[in-house]
């Protein structure tokens, strides 16, 4: 079966990088786009950007545009995304969420990991 | 950027009755629509996709309707698990974007 598991929860100061990983197993990842997806406290869910793992293109948010990168290790079947310039306002539970099929809906999620941005 | 609002913000219901949620597009996403149900503490479940499609392993007292800008999830008789928060998402073009959610609780 489908599994996403994510690193854990991080605390950084403003100004630093993030990076969260998700690990796919149970299909053939390469098979699948991956997407970001955060959610800040009390707001709703935000799409962030996804990367297909067979060629490794990437979208990203446009608000985002600049300070996030997502990447990916086929050998290792895992996703990455690295945010930079942490502000307060990204202080969130991160996800990751596999695309059902080409489609951009999102099918399976991690666990979903918490990004605390304070000084 | 399309907009998706949800309503009602919240719906208080019983097990056993009908829930009827909303999501209105600020343009046309033809049926790229889909619903996520979200309990406390989890990451959100597909249930519906492209509108009236139920996802793999989804109860078929869910269904979803609608095309263009407007669109609904029905509930045809809740059960205890279905209290939750539900969100609508899109497809269409980048950024897909979401709702702000309903909450559907116990009365």
């Known amino acids: 079966q489908v599994h996403l598991v994510q690193s854990g929860a991080d605390v950084k100061k403003p100004g630093a990088s993030v990076k969260v990983s998700c690990k796919a197993s149970g299909y053939t990842f390469t098979g699948h786009a991956m997407h970001w997806v955060r959610q800040a406290p009390g707001q709703r869910l935000e799409w962030m950007g996804w990367i297909n793992p067979g060629n490794g293109n990437t979208e990203y948010s446009q608000k985002l545009q600049g300070r996030v990168t997502i990447t990916s290790d086929t050998s290792a079947t895992t996703v990455y995304m690295e945010l930079n310039s942490l502000r307060s306002e990204d202080t969130a539970v991160y996800y990751c969420?596999?695309?059902?099929?080409?489609?951009?809906?999102?099918?399976?999620w991690g666990q979903g990991t918490l990004v605390t941005v304070s000084s | 950027e399309i907009v998706l609002t949800q309503s009602p913000a919240t719906l208080s219901l019983s097990p056993g009755d009908r829930a009827t949620l909303s999501c209105r597009a600020s343009?046309?996403?033809?049926?790229?629509l889909a619903w996520y149900q979200q309990k406390p503490g989890q990451a959100p479940r597909l249930l519906i996709y492209?509108?009236?499609t139920r996802a793999t392993g989804i109860p078929a007292r869910f269904s979803g309707s609608g095309s263009g800008t407007d669109f609904t999830l029905t509930i045809s008789s809740l059960e205890p698990d279905d209290f939750a928060v539900y969100y609508c998402?899109?497809?269409?073009?980048?950024?897909?974007?979401f709702g702000q959610g309903s909450k559907l609780d116990i009365k």
């Open positions: 998402q899109h497809r269409t073009n980048w950024p897909y974007t």
């Open positions: 343009q046309s996403v033809r049926r790229y």
């Open positions: 969420a596999r695309d059902r099929f080409a489609s951009g809906d999102f099918d399976f």
């Open positions: 492209d509108a009236s």
